[in-house]
Structures are given as C-alpha cells and as structure tokens.
C-alpha cells in the first residue's frame, strides 16, 4: 500500500526519502510515545487504550518494510482480537476503577531497570549486524509465497505455535473452570 | 511532474466519499422509517419534503444546533475520543469498496484482510464509549457488544476466506472477476458461506435480531444513552456506514459485485447493495430480540463449527 503511494508521489515529483523521513520519524515517536504512557498511566482502562495506538504505530512500521500482509494481520489480531479481549477482562475486574497512586517505590524501580536491561540486549543485538541499507524488490511478497512458505519451511514452527495456542486455550479453560460440588 | 490537478484530484475523491458516507447514511435512516413504517401499517415521517424524504435533512440540522452535554463523571477524553474510533475505520473501510471498475479509491492487494483488520477497530470505540460515560447501562452495553463482536467475528471471516480461497485472491477487483460466469452466491462451494456470512454480519453491526447492546427495554440505549448532540449522530452516522460496509462487501463477494447487463457498473454495484440491506431492515422489523445466552449459544455452538466444517469441505473440494 504504502509502496504505491510512495511511487505515485515519485511519480509527480516528490523524492522517496523525503516522504519516509518527513512521516517516519513522526509516527515511530507516537508509537514510542503511546508505549511510555502505556506503563506510566494510572488508569487500566486508558493504559489499554494507548496499548491499541500503539499497537496500530507498529502496524505502521510494517507498512514502511513493505510488509502489508503483517501490518493486516497486526491490526486484526492484536487489535480486533487480543486487544478486544484484554478490555472484556478489565471490564470484569470489579475494582478496575480505582486508580493507582502516583509513587516511586521499589517495584517501580525493579521494572525500569529489568527493562534497561533487556533494551541494552536488544542494543548489543542490533550493533552486531552492520546493516547495510538494500534496495527494495519492485513487486512486494506475494501471498502465494507467504502461504507455501508458512507451509513448506515453516512447517513445524507454525504447527508448533498452534500446539502452544491450544495448550493454552485448555489451561484457560481447567483454571476458569467452576468445580462442582 | 507533481501538478496540482493531481492534488485537487485526490482532495476531491476523499471529499466525494465522505460526502457519499453522509448522503448514504441519511437516506438509509429515513429509508430504514419507511420501511419499518410499511412493515407495521403506518406510514412513518410525511410531512418534510415528499413522502417525508426531506425529514433527516431536518434531523441533521436539528442534532448540529444541540448542546453537547458532557456528563461530570465521564472519563473525560476517552469519552470525547470514543465517536472517533466508532466512526473512522467505518470510513476508512471505503478505501478498497469496489464501485464499478475504475471507482475504487485503491485495489489493495490485501483488500479483504485490510477490511477485516479495519472494521475490527470499531468495537474498541464501542468500549471506550462504554467504559468513559460511567454509566452502568453504557457499561454492560458496552461488554455484551464485546462479547457479541467477537463471537460473531470468528463465523465472519471464516466465511470470507471460503470466498479468497475459491477466488484465489485478496483484492476486491479480482474478486469481482472471478465471479463473472457465476455469482458466488450460486456457487455449490460457497452458498453455505453466504448464509453464514449474512447472519453474522447482522450481528457484527448490532442489528435486530442480534441488537442486545443497544436493547432499548433493557438498557436504555446501552453504549451511546450519555451522548447527545453531534457526537450521539457520529455514532449512528458509524453505525449507518457499518450496515453499508458489510452490504458492500456481501456484493462484492457474493453477488458478482459491479456486474451486470444494461446498467452502468455502479448502478447495479448500489442496487445490489441497498437490495441487501432493504433485506436486514426486513429481518429487523419481523424477529424479536434473541437473549443474550441464546446469542453466545448460537454463536459458539452452532455458527462457528459450521463454519469451520464448511472451511475445510470447501478446501477438500478445491483439491481434487
């Protein structure tokens, strides 16, 4: 999608570079930005509203590698599914109104640095590969591929996360489940 | 060259849809009066205009001139935020509808995965609305619309994909095309997924019989009783453009979409359309309300087995 409007606009003059640097920027610090609030604030429900904003930025980001199909299936299962999910859940907590103080105590202080920690791996993960900056396929991946793929190479992972998906579907079940007397 | 003929151009298709959405939605509310009207032995609104034709005019002028009352205890901005996220992927839903062969704002190659994805967004301002007011009717509106939607999602693209998988594509156009010997809805593989679709698209946009969210008798209004004013017509303009949507894709996937013989391509793309939600003001105005356990039972005990069960006949037969 993203790929069209960007050759319509290159099409008619407009460099490329200039569109991702003048939108990139600006839609990857509001994805960053929903994220902070996401943990900084003290109301559950608008934590879960800014987790959907932020989960539509990184479908987003999708949209700048080109990768349409995964920004689709973003929206529709983190958003229309596991996002729908989340706020049913909070619905029924009966004391999800209460709001939390603002206070700095040692389990604040615990998360922030466990959350250092794992964004200083990622940043030793990320300088290991040089990077180099390669020229995009003019026809994005197809369907077709995506599809045979999912079921020639990726065969045994994709099985593999079904398996987890519905072991964890029964557990959901044996915990929710009433005991009769 | 990048000229502003081009720029003017784009400005004015996003102005022709919106302003399509809107003449849409008032033709559909007052459509919906009379037909409901005729359906009960009574006439509905005469007075403005002929046979009543000009009253949601009258209405639209009425809801802008209302005050905007704000509840004190609402949660403020979710509150205020809540008519946008019910309305805008409604709108934005348009970008791939198919309206003949050259009027379509873009034939995305993941058209009908970008519908699913965009409509799914809906229900999350159905909650805000819900959560924000601080209303305890709004609040259980708001939960029975959310387990409503998405009970009835799974039946719903599950039928959508039988469509993908017999037309071998995602875009919306290369739908159309496939159905050009025959209408998918007269096809052995696919009548099933037609039916399936039909009705969970009548409870995925919160219609009688499956309107538990917004049952008058029970919850007021449910979600939408705290807002008047303009933002209360956000919500019924989203909920108008959300019975256009499923309709339009009902014809771009069952009903052979833009073609057919005489007519110009979006003449027969709208009368096959509003043909089908004549149909949902039908089946409105005729059932009563199911119960909210007759509602889940439906959905998980019978809809979404024979829908899986047809997903995976339809597949055996595209095999051999």
Redesign the interface.
């Known amino acids: 999608m993203l790929h069209g409007l960007l050759q319509f606009l290159s099409n008619h003059g407009i460099p490329q570079g200039l569109v991702i640097q003048a939108t990139f920027y600006g839609i990857a610090g509001l994805t960053v930005l929903f994220a902070f609030l996401v943990v900084m604030s003290r109301d559950i429900f608008h934590s879960a509203v800014f987790l959907v904003l932020t989960l539509f930025g990184v479908a987003c980001v999708y949209l700048y590698l080109d990768a349409e199909f995964l920004a689709g299936v973003q929206i529709l299962i983190y958003i229309g599914a596991i996002m729908t999910l989340f706020i049913f859940a909070i619905m029924l907590t009966s004391d999800a109104k209460t709001r939390l103080a603002r206070k700095i105590d040692l389990r604040i202080a615990l998360s922030a640095g466990a959350a250092l920690a794992i964004f200083a791996i990622f940043l030793k993960i990320i300088r290991l590969d040089a990077w180099q900056p390669q020229t995009l396929s003019p026809t994005p991946l197809g369907l077709t591929q995506i599809g045979k793929s999912l079921m020639t190479d990726f065969g045994l992972p994709f099985e593999v996360i079904s398996l987890l998906s519905l072991a964890a579907l029964v557990g959901a079940i044996v915990i929710g489940k009433v005991e009769k007397k | 060259?990048?000229?502003f003929l081009?720029l003017i151009f784009m400005v004015m298709a996003g102005v022709m849809v919106l302003g399509f959405i809107a003449v849409s939605a008032m033709f559909l509310i007052w459509w919906e009066r009379k037909v409901s009207a005729h359906i009960q032995n009574r006439y509905g609104p005469m007075r403005v205009g002929w046979h009543g034709a000009l009253q949601s005019v009258a209405d639209v002028i009425k809801l802008l001139l209302k005050e905007d009352i704000r509840p004190t205890k609402a949660?403020a901005w979710?509150w205020w935020?809540a008519p946008f996220f019910a309305v805008v992927p409604s709108v934005m839903a348009f970008v791939v509808i198919p309206f003949s062969k050259e009027l379509i704002p873009?034939d995305?190659?993941?058209g009908v995965?970008?519908i699913?994805?965009?409509t799914?967004?809906c229900?999350?301002g159905i909650?805000?609305a819900?959560?924000g007011s601080n209303n305890k009717y709004s609040?259980l509106g708001?939960?029975r619309a959310?387990?409503q939607?998405?009970s009835y999602?799974l039946p719903l693209i599950l039928s959508m994909i039988t469509v993908v998988m017999v037309a071998n594509s995602?875009s919306m156009q290369k739908i159309v095309e496939a159905q050009s010997r025959c209408w998918f809805i007269f096809h052995p593989n696919l009548a099933l997924a037609g039916l399936i679709y039909i009705i969970a698209a009548t409870a995925e946009v919160n219609r009688t019989p499956f309107d538990i969210p917004e049952a008058e008798s029970e919850l007021v209004a449910g979600f939408h009783t705290e807002y008047s004013g303009m933002k209360f017509a956000m919500f019924f303009l989203g909920e108008y453009t959300n019975v256009f949507i499923v309709s339009a894709i009902a014809t771009t996937l069952f009903l052979g979409g833009w073609k057919g013989p005489l007519l110009p391509p979006i003449a027969w793309f709208l009368i096959k359309t509003y043909g089908i939600i004549t149909f949902l003001m039908w089946v409105r105005w005729t059932f009563p309300r199911l119960r909210v356990d007759q509602l889940m039972g439906f959905a998980w005990k019978f809809l979404t087995p024979v829908s899986f069960l047809n997903l995976a006949i339809v597949g055996l037969l595209l095999l051999k």
């Open positions: 060259m990048f000229t081009n949660d979710v935020l873009r995305l190659n993941i995965l970008y699913m994805a965009i799914s967004v229900v999350i909650f805000m819900g959560w609040l708001g939960m959310a387990a939607i998405i999602e995602l």
